[in-house]
């Protein structure tokens, strides 16, 4: 049974830092790509960044220089380290995996983030 876990989410204020994690079950983790996405309130669903099994890293132009994704394989497990964080970023976080262009087979249940003073 796949299942995908997000944690890591709260309140933080402008310029703040949080880190998510997505621990991942059911699946060999080192084969897929990985991905996380937002969706703020009222809006569409957006790619925030990619990473591969070989560590290769995509980013949303919105996030370049403050996001990084990371993996552990051997827990399983990818990151999203968010610094400078701004109240346009706030959202509900999810991560899944990516099997090709639209094509993600599993999603974790999100995770809110919201950035507020």
């Known amino acids: 049974q796949v299942q995908l876990v997000e944690s890591g989410g709260g309140l933080v204020q402008p310029g703040g830092s949080l880190r998510l994690s997505c621990a991942a079950s059911g699946i060999i983790f080192s084969m897929y790509t990985m991905e996380w996405y937002r969706q703020a309130r009222g809006k569409q669903r957006e790619l925030v960044a990619g990473?591969?099994?070989?560590?290769?890293?995509t980013y949303a132009d919105s996030v370049k220089g403050r996001f990084t994704i990371s993996r552990d394989n051997a827990k399983n497990t990818v990151f999203l380290q968010m610094n400078s964080l701004k109240p346009e970023d706030t959202a509900v976080y999810y991560c899944a995996t990516y099997q090709g262009v639209g094509t993600n087979d599993y999603w974790g249940q999100g995770t809110q983030v919201t950035v507020s003073s």
């Open positions: 990473i591969t099994y070989g560590g290769r890293t």
